[in-house]
């Protein structure tokens, strides 16, 4: 990918879009979504770590229910976060992809499965893979309380806190086998699912597994990129237990393993490149094992009213082959992540006007890290690992939230938490370790005004932080870009204070949601270039906390149902950041998303098929940061704009049998969401079955 390719001006693809918009809205051509979907009573979450309606939340809360398996996407990012208010995806590799929350990414966005994090002690603060370890099957929802949510999660919660919820097994439920198989043409793509249900008064269990086999990918206008293809496999199971006297635990049970994935960006030669960074970049492999238990008894005490005790381990294997470009040397690593959680969150309503939250979180995470290095077919010898073996990241943290409802229609809330954490970075032969024991004390205030006609103005100001972890204090070697990091172990938590005014309203059949945001981020930890080369030519990088950034824009959700066979969800999100980085300078932030957007038109007919039809869109991005311009991954010119169209069409063959097909990317655009490895795919057909058996 040497040269630039032809720019499309920004204001042609901003009316494109809306050109495509109001086609969209007057086509009787739509897709897949179940009639007359409850379009209001939305539980979050995320949120208040108990379930609670999303209208009671002060934070920015957004959710989104696949409309059907046939939406499920092999990596979880790839479909079900886009297009939500204040959320971007980018994707390196096929096989991985993150959600950028308010232009922010990676462990500056905090990430949950089930209410058990996600983000480990050697967590990226750039794009990363880890979120597309966590199983497809079995998904219930997504959610992203979108803002600093450090007083109720603690670290890494700064942009906002994304949350993947497993489906819970239904109780009286007959012994039910279902499953599913799908194909994409555009890279081959084979997807299988299935899996078995069962429950009776007390007990159920669900049990769901996957298959991904996905070959190269074909982009717009017919170019396949090579290497691109790869291989997942899961399991995600879970089980209820009813208790006496009601209340229930569950137990949660994930698995999923990649093989071996290309890393695209550094096999294919990116912008400005002639040659590729690597001949050989693998994540290979990398495997993700989860183990949690969740008591939520009833609870009627002095002192609380609700109830939630949970505690997981969580083993994440980053394991990889890499050789630069030109080089003998082929070098092999083993990267380990042991994190265990235990939480306990309590609430108690004290009167109509008062509730409260409160808890209290513990965390250890320990890092096992090796590497070696051949010379064509010699024996491997060991070298300097990744990250300082036998690391550990801890934590203990108490938090309160608290609710007061001075007048009908007026909510205030108040939360708080005191962290303290303990880095331990271990000796290495050439580092003596260090030991750090950062603690933050983090606030948050909201307010909820009704304000008649069914609006309510929401406002909300919070702090939160980001601990450097083991990845930040102690990594060594090759990153993208054509650079190689040296470690730094004198490095400080980050800072950010969120505040965001938005007004929402509720109707009858529709909802609508307009926020405005603004990030102040302090003390950000940067990438610094030494000044030197590695002998292959790499750029030598350290990090500092040096940066200090400013981020602000505007986030527009719209659901409505049209009619009774008719339904309409629309987003919008524009982001506009500033860095500082540390100079004198400013210049514009990084890989921060251009206005984008999402508009999907659910119908169904009386007739056997339902239909549905889905623009998403972004304007170009020529805002660039220095790190941008000289990232292979991103056109120092800028990212173009685009708009894709995706059809589904759904029929169901009896009461166990349902069909699926579809078209992706009709107009077969060739298109790059700003900051990713690779372009999007190009023009395919989709097609589905699945069954549900007695």
Not at 294 to 307: F, K, N, T
Not at 388 to 407: E, N, R
Request: hydrophobic share 40%; net charge neutral; aromatic share 6%.
């Amino acid at each position: 990918m040497t040269g630039n390719r032809r720019r499309r001006h920004a204001s042609g693809v901003r009316w494109l879009a809306l050109a495509g918009l109001c086609a969209a809205a007057a086509s009787p051509v739509a897709a897949k979504s179940a009639p007359a979907a409850p379009v209001l009573e939305v539980v979050a979450v995320t949120a208040q770590r108990l379930a609670s309606p999303a209208r009671s939340a002060s934070v920015a809360v957004s959710r989104r229910v696949p409309a059907a398996a046939s939406e499920t996407a092999p990596v979880l990012p790839s479909d079900l976060f886009r297009g939500m208010p204040g959320t971007f995806v980018q994707q390196t590799t096929p096989g991985q992809g993150i959600p950028i929350v308010r232009g922010l990414k990676g462990s500056q966005v905090l990430h949950l499965v089930d209410g058990f994090r996600l983000n480990n002690a050697f967590y990226r603060s750039s794009p990363n893979q880890y979120l597309g370890l966590v199983p497809t099957a079995g998904i219930a929802s997504v959610e992203v309380a979108r803002g600093a949510v450090a007083t109720l999660y603690g670290s890494d919660a700064m942009g906002g806190a994304v949350q993947v919820v497993t489906r819970p097994p239904a109780f009286d439920r007959p012994l039910t086998a279902f499953g599913r198989a799908a194909w994409v043409s555009s890279d081959n793509g084979r997807q299988g699912t299935g899996g078995v249900a069962w429950g009776d008064g007390d007990n159920a269990v669900e049990l769901a597994a996957q298959w991904v086999d996905i070959d190269d990918r074909e982009t717009g206008g017919g170019e396949t990129v090579v290497p691109s293809g790869y291989e997942s496999r899961g399991i995600n199971l879970m089980t209820r237990h009813r208790l006496a006297g009601d209340g229930e635990w569950r137990l949660l049970a994930q698995h999923l393993e990649q093989p071996s994935t290309p890393r695209v960006d550094e096999l294919v030669p990116g912008y400005g490149q002639d040659d590729p960074s690597s001949s050989l970049f693998e994540f290979s492999p990398n495997v993700r094992s989860f183990l949690g238990l969740v008591l939520e008894p009833a609870v009627d005490r002095p002192w609380a009213d609700q109830a939630r005790l949970q505690v997981g381990w969580q083993r994440i294997d980053d394991d990889r082959k890499t050789r630069d470009f030109g080089s003998p040397l082929t070098f092999t690593e083993q990267n380990r992540s042991d994190l265990y959680s235990a939480s306990l969150v309590l609430a108690k309503r004290w009167s109509g006007a008062h509730r409260t939250r409160y808890g209290m979180d513990l965390t250890h995470d320990r890092v096992h890290s090796a590497r070696q290095v051949a010379a064509g077919d010699r024996e491997p010898a060991v070298v300097g690992a990744r990250f300082p073996d036998g690391s550990t990241l801890s934590s203990g943290a108490l938090f309160l939230t608290h609710a007061w409802t001075p007048a009908p229609g007026t909510s205030i809330e108040l939360g708080g938490r005191y962290s303290r954490y303990r880095v331990e970075l271990a000796a290495t032969a050439v580092d003596p370790g260090a030991r750090l024991e950062p603690d933050d004390l983090s606030l948050q205030l909201g307010l909820r005004q009704e304000l008649g006609g069914g609006f309510a103005l929401l406002a909300n100001v919070a702090e939160g932080f980001r601990v450097p972890n083991i990845f930040d204090l102690g990594t060594l070697g090759p990153r993208p870009g054509n650079r190689f990091n040296v470690a730094n172990s004198g490095l400080g938590p980050e800072t950010v204070l969120s505040s965001d005014i938005g007004l929402r309203w509720e109707g009858g059949a529709a909802r609508a949601e307009l926020v405005f945001f603004r990030l102040d981020y302090e003390n950000r930890i940067t990438s610094v270039e030494t000044g030197e080369l590695t002998p292959t030519g790499r750029i030598v990088v350290t990090s500092e906390n040096i940066g200090r950034s400013r981020l602000h824009g505007a986030e527009l959700g719209l659901r409505a149902q049209l009619s009774p066979r008719l339904a309409l969800d629309a987003t919008a999100n524009w982001t506009r950041g500033e860095d500082r980085p540390g100079d004198g300078t400013t210049v514009p932030g990084d890989r921060i998303p251009p206005l984008n957007g999402r508009l999907a038109l659910a119908w169904d007919p009386a007739g056997p098929w339902r239909g549905r039809a889905v623009l998403q869109f972004a304007a170009e991005q020529d805002r660039l940061s220095p790190r941008d311009v000289s990232d292979p991954r991103i056109d120092p010119n800028g990212t173009d704009g685009w708009a894709a169209w995706h059809l589904r069409a759904e029929r169901d063959l009896g009461e166990r049998w349902t069909v699926t097909v579809g078209l992706d990317n009709v107009l077969d655009t060739r298109y790059r969401e700003h900051g990713s490895g690779l372009d999007a795919p190009g023009r395919g057909l989709a097609l589905a079955v699945e069954a549900a058996l007695p």
